[in-house]
């Protein structure tokens, strides 16, 4: 990651139209991909955009990391900042880590599921997918976390057992279970 502190820079929007400083960035490592990947991430969500794009320079290239590859890419996703970096092949993507999508409606979790399936994603189980960078994401009604966090033992009970039947989450079902 020093790497990027000598690595040009070119500017793909304002910053200041960018989100806050988050204090916590996640970064996504890749194998050449981390340009394709934003691009993709940004066409997907609202309040989104590209804020920058670093390619490696005379300093930081290697023998896989040639000069003017795309080093760093900034951007943001409705409100949170993320960094996807093309570090090599020294690591992988893993579903250890996972990205939580806050859906209202049933609509928007069947918009989101088909996007990130498509091209080589794959649906998992309880809401869980994969796109076709290997990333994990979970596409989730927003009113589930309301469950949790306010449901009695029982009514969370009703409500997973009807998840863990399901691949892509069915909002009406979920809080019909809950309710009981």
Known sequence: MCASLNASSTQAGNQSSGPEQNKIVPCLWFDGQAEEVARFYVSLFHDSAIESVSYYGDSTASATMKKGT??????????QRFMALNGGSNYKI????SFVINCDTQAEIDDFWEKLTADGGAPVQCGWLTDKFGVSWQVVPSSLTGMFNNGSPEQIDRMMAEVVKMVKLDKDTLEKAFAG
């Open 70 to 79: 795309v080093l760093v890419v900034w951007f943001h996703l409705a409100g």
């Open 94 to 97: 893993s579903p250890a880590v």
